[in-house]
Structure formats: C-alpha cells, structure tokens
T-cell receptor, first 115, second 116 residues
Framework: EAEVAQSPRYKITEKSQAVAFWCDPI?????LYWYRQILGQGPELLVQ????????DSQLPKDRFSAERLKGVDSTLKIQPAELGDSAMYLC?????????????FGPGTRLTVT | AQTVTQSQPEMSVQEAETVTLSCTYD???????LFWYKQPPSRQMILVIR??????QNATENRFSVNFQKAAKSFSLKISDSQLGDTAMYFC?????????????FGQGTTLQVKP
C-alpha cells in the first residue's frame, strides 16, 4: 500500500540553526499539506499546496519558515533560524479527492527538538 | 472563528467494552464532512471514519460508528468491542475555511487507553 514518506524521522538541532524536512506524497496526490503538532495537541495547518502552487500559507511564520514543492511532487519545509518554540512534530499529508471530499493520508512525521 | 472541541482529554475502557468520544464543532457551512482520525503511539495518523453532513444516516465502519447531530453540531465516535490496538489518540476534524479545499481543523484530541 502506498504511503506518504517523510525524512528525517527525528531531528535535534540547536536554536538559530537551519533545519529542513522532506516529504514525498503518495503518487498521484495533487494536494499536499504540512501540519505542525505540538505534543498532546491536534495538528495545525502550516501550508497547503495544489500541485506546485501554494493554496494557503496564512499560518506559516514566513519570517523563519519556507516551503516549496518545485515540481509538484515532493516537498521541503525549512526553518531558519530554529527557535526553542519550534520543537514539535511536523506532519506531511497528501490527499486524493473523493467525490466532493478530500481524504488525507499522513506520513509518520518528523519530530524536531530544538535545544 | 472555527473551532473543534474535544472535552475529554483522556479516557480509558476495558477490553471488549464500548466507549464514546465526544466532539463539538462550529461552522457556518451547510454542507461539509466530518472526520475522526486515530494516532497510535509513535505511529502515523490514519482516518477512522467520515460523515457527510447532508446525510442523516450515521456512518459506520466495522466497530466504529458515529452519532452525528447536525443541529447540535455534535459528532461523537463510538468504539464497540474495544481492542488493545485501539489505544491511541483520537482527533475529530472538519474542513477549515469556506468551500472545500481539503485542509482540516483538528480538535485537541482524546487519549484513549484500552485496558486488558
């Protein structure tokens, strides 16, 4: 069964350093999402792509976060510089439109610890 | 503002028993979907069940069913014959914003522990 791939699974970095996460969605899924999940809470959307275009990045802290999906397939989320408050799980999801609904499939996530 | 509220941070249930997780939400949309996702410890989030708001019939997927009350904006998840593998964090979610763009807003989650 096809899955969303993410790497790395775990990342420890010092504050003020740069960090990048990679996501490979399920083949054929045009829509890709990045969520941030603080421990013990629900995921919060950071950015949504439709193919290579950003659909919504209203919740992305653009002073330090950037996201790209250059060829409309895999995607990279970058943080520079990292801050202590960025410690969280970063989830990638892709979706397939099913009728008038989207069914999202999540990757295993990247757990970021900023020290 | 759109909100999703899960009022039970933690719940426990004995194996083989039934448990209900509650969720309330707030939207001005008339047609939308509602979802329950399961996140097992150290594993990825998976879709458990979804409900179409314009359908009166409650959705069912094997041991999982929902009690959807549109007027009350309530969407609870019932797990029958609980199994140890049901131990996980459960999130209620629905589409964020107007229209149907796929992005979701999630509740705070309910941690369910199934005890042997």
């Amino acid at each position: 069964e096809a899955e969303v791939a993410q790497s790395p699974r775990y990342k420890i970095t010092e504050k003020s350093q740069a960090v990048a996460f990679w996501c490979d969605p399920i083949s054929g899924h045009a829509t890709l999402y990045w969520y941030r999940q603080i421990l013990g809470q629900g995921p919060e959307l950071l950015v949504q792509f439709q193919d290579e275009s950003v659909v919504d990045d209203s919740q992305l802290p653009k002073d330090r976060f950037s996201a790209e999906r250059l060829k409309g397939v895999d995607s990279t989320l970058k943080i520079q510089p990292a801050e202590l408050g960025d410690s969280a799980m970063y989830l990638c999801a892709s979706s397939l439109q099913r009728g008038d609904s989207y069914e999202q499939y999540f990757g295993p996530g990247t757990r970021l610890t900023v020290t | 503002a759109q909100t999703v509220t899960q009022s039970q941070p933690e719940m426990s249930v004995q194996e083989a028993e039934t448990v209900t997780l509650s969720c309330t939400y707030d939207t001005s949309e008339s047609n939308y979907y509602l979802f329950w996702y399961k996140q097992p410890p150290s594993r990825q989030m998976i879709l458990v069940i979804r409900q179409e708001a314009y359908k009166q019939q409650n959705a069912t997927e094997n041991r999982f069913s929902v009690n959807f009350q549109k007027a009350a904006k309530s969407f609870s998840l019932k797990i029958s014959d609980s199994q140890l593998g049901d131990t996980a964090m459960y999130f209620c979610a629905y589409p964020l914003g107007s229209g149907n763009t796929g992005k979701l807003i999630f509740g705070q989650g309910t941690t369910l522990q199934v005890k042997p």
